[in-house]
């Protein structure tokens, strides 16, 4: 068929048609406009998207017809702050197309998002760009790359030049032909005698893929004739070899000029691992049981995940599904189940889990980046859902009479607060609704109820910020402001004293009468609140005694002099005093609370301040380690210890929650983009006391 053909007139029969690609690259790397040219090679008319900051942020899917198959790519944001829909892409993708800029190199960034591809085990093929550059230099950028990523990566083709910045083709190592793209449309003739940089990659790729496709009757026919063997042979094993991802291709790709493009398209259709090569993630009942893994086969019972959610004030929700195993057709009734508590640990307040059965509407496919409606869609690809009512982000979809669950991928915990209020009244109203349908959307959005009942809304980072404050406005019309946070304080006393509460009221009529003593002690960090009963002879009735208990607790959840719970300590009641008629169990609540406070008040430094501690696991380049720990100091921080591995330098430290608000931005800086940390509550310690203005509430 043409390379150009409609997608709509292809019937896709067999996962082997289908190649699952996603494009993943930091910022400035030439990711989106190698998307676009590869679009606008095989979909006739394409004349690209606009960017914004939705696109940017977002997966983006488009289809094609190349060749024999069906190329469905994905366009993954190169921003830390979208992570999570870098690994979405991860989960729906076979195989990656990992673009690195020949003028930048591998950075910290680069280097990050290549760990979150091998950490998923995803085969992937490396994008050289930007070789006009003018200190660019291929074989310099290749070293650079073997040494950040190891010795798997070996070049499929070399660039060509027709002066210096002036990339004129490129070099098939494997079929030894020069592919000229100096008239525009590439020209390619047999290689009459090999350079030294032919040379140099050939006889290690050929190699590696024998190595990896572990196809000795290869290595003979390479030992006798290096010469003559069968490209497309070779392209059967590099698929194989790929499909390991133990073996990184590497193509030099000018995005300008479309250098590159045709042979990336050939590799992508003859040496990308097909949904069958490359493994599905593990299935389970409900019940946890683990079931056989799904295999790519039409005929299983249907396994799918949802990959991504998107929703609109008017049109709704729009689902983007990777099928796993199975066949999925219109008017189906399939079993929906979400249960993020298996990767999380604890129960999602805002995706509780759930099971329910749910009729399967339009099947839609992409066709270029239009969609297209489909009767039915098999095993490997990837569809859109319009209008599931009930399906969120990971959650499975499988058959009704056999329901499983595919646990969801790891989502980055978002560690930027942000405290927002509504702007008005009427955005008061909408606001609750809105937040809701975007967590929906976008599982990286956590709401919390702080301090004061102040309402927090984490991030990933700041575009993140912007980006989810953004939709706030322009799809929902709410307007938030934002406030400063409050950090949770505690209360508590540093020594021991004692005070009266004394409620005394004759003002005629019925009167009020209570009279305490109490003694106040502190206790160790973390142990709580303490009432102890001394009281003898009956100076404070029995009927009383736990009146008095519940005024103290009542006066420590308010604090007693800077509005924070008082904690870690031990108030005795010994004494007091009551009236026959007068005393009652208000009057008693209203003299232990008055005790306490007078407590307060009865020594000067006799109450302080603790600030919550965080303890810290951060994880960075070996090269930023010191600018880390100095910064983490210069946050009041206590280290406890580093380790290094891989290149990366873990340090662990108890770091003020204070200091910490901004730390998700902060630290993007300080590693160049190859930071990321990880917060879990350790404590509460004393507040040094030339903080304690800052805050104590006037």
Not at 604 to 615: K, N, R, S, Y
Not at 656 to 673: F, T
Request: glycine share 10%; aromatic share 6%.
């Amino acid at each position: 068929m043409s390379s150009k053909a409609n997608a709509s007139t292809v019937q896709v029969t067999s996962p082997d048609d289908v190649r699952n690609v996603v494009l993943i690259g930091n910022a400035g790397s030439g990711k989106t406009s190698l998307f676009e040219q590869l679009l606008k090679a095989r979909v006739e008319g394409h004349r690209g998207d606009k960017e914004d900051a939705e696109r940017a942020a977002q997966l983006f899917l488009a289809s094609f017809v190349s060749g024999q198959v069906v190329v469905n790519l994905l366009d993954a944001p190169g921003h830390p702050d979208f992570v999570g829909e870098l690994r979405a892409g991860i989960r729906a993708a076979d195989a990656a197309i990992f673009v690195v800029s020949a003028a930048d190199g591998v950075d910290g960034a680069a280097q990050a998002l290549w760990e979150e591809c091998r950490e998923a085990n995803l085969p992937r093929v490396i994008v050289l760009t930007k070789l006009d550059a003018g200190h660019a230099d291929f074989d310099t950028s290749v070293a650079e790359l073997q040494d950040a990523f190891g010795d798997g990566v070996h070049p499929t083709h070399v660039p060509t030049f027709a002066g210096p910045g002036q990339v004129a083709g490129n070099i098939g190592l494997l079929s030894l032909e020069e592919h000229d793209y100096t008239d525009g449309a590439p020209v390619s003739r047999t290689l009459n005698a090999h350079d030294d940089q032919v040379e140099t990659y050939r006889g290690p790729l050929i190699e590696s893929i024998i190595e990896e496709a572990e196809d000795d009757g290869l290595m003979d026919r390479y030992l006798d004739d290096d010469e003559h063997l069968d490209v497309d042979y070779l392209l059967d094993d590099l698929m194989k070899a790929v499909a390991t991802a133990n073996l990184f291709p590497v193509v030099p790709v000018q995005t300008g000029t479309g250098v590159g493009i045709e042979e990336l398209l050939r590799l992508i259709e003859h040496g990308f691992p097909t949904p069958g090569l490359h493994p599905n993630p593990p299935l389970t009942t409900i019940g946890g049981e683990v079931l056989p893994q799904p295999t790519s086969d039409p005929s299983d019972p249907l396994v799918a995940q949802v990959i991504r959610t998107t929703t609109d004030p008017f049109a709704g929700r729009l689902s983007m599904v990777r099928i796993f195993s199975g066949t999925l057709r219109t008017d189906d009734v399939v079993h929906v189940s979400g249960h993020r508590s298996w990767v999380a640990g604890e129960e999602n307040v805002a995706h509780p889990d759930h099971d329910n059965d749910e009729r399967i509407g339009l099947i839609q496919c992409a066709v270029g980046t239009e969609l297209r409606p489909r009767q039915q869609a098999i095993a490997g690809e990837i569809v859109l859902l319009p209008k599931l009512t009930t399906a969120e982000t990971g959650d499975t979809l499988s058959a009704k009479d056999r329901p499983g669950v595919v646990e969801t991928w790891p989502l980055p915990d978002p560690l930027l607060p942000l405290a927002i209020r509504a702007a008005t009244r009427n955005d008061e109203d909408k606001l609750a609704g809105a937040l809701q349908r975007l967590a929906v959307e976008d599982s990286t959005v956590r709401l919390d109820r702080g301090t004061g009942d102040q309402l927090v809304l984490w991030t990933t980072g700041q575009a993140h910020a912007d980006l989810v404050l953004g939709r706030l406005v322009e799809r929902y019309q709410v307007r938030v402001e934002q406030e400063e946070l409050k950090i949770p304080m505690r209360e508590t006393f540093i020594g021991g004293v004692t005070a009266l509460g004394r409620h005394v009221k004759q003002s005629g009529g019925h009167g009020q009468y209570a009279v305490c003593n109490i003694e106040v002690e502190p206790l160790e960090r973390g142990a709580g609140f303490e009432f102890v009963d001394k009281v003898v002879g009956g100076a404070v009735p029995r009927q009383f005694i736990a009146s008095v208990e519940k005024g103290i607790r009542n006066q420590l959840d308010r604090g007693v002099f800077a509005g924070y719970p008082m904690v870690d300590v031990r108030v005795t009641l010994f004494d007091g005093k009551a009236h026959s008629v007068d005393s009652s169990d208000m009057a008693f609540q209203l003299a232990g609370s008055l005790a306490i406070k007078e407590a307060a008040a009865a020594k000067a430094g006799v109450v302080a301040l603790l600030e919550p501690i965080d303890l810290v696991t951060v994880t960075v380049g070996e090269e930023h380690l010191g600018a880390v720990m100095t910064d983490l100091s210069g946050r009041r921080g206590q280290v406890l210890g580093s380790d290094s591995a891989n290149r990366k330098a873990v340090v662990r430290a108890l770091v003020p929650q204070a200091e910490l608000s901004r730390y998700a931005i902060d630290l993007r800086g300080l590693g160049h983009g190859s930071g990321t940390f990880a917060r879990e509550f350790h404590g509460y310690e004393l507040l040094p006391s030339g903080l304690l203005d800052r805050y104590t509430k006037k």
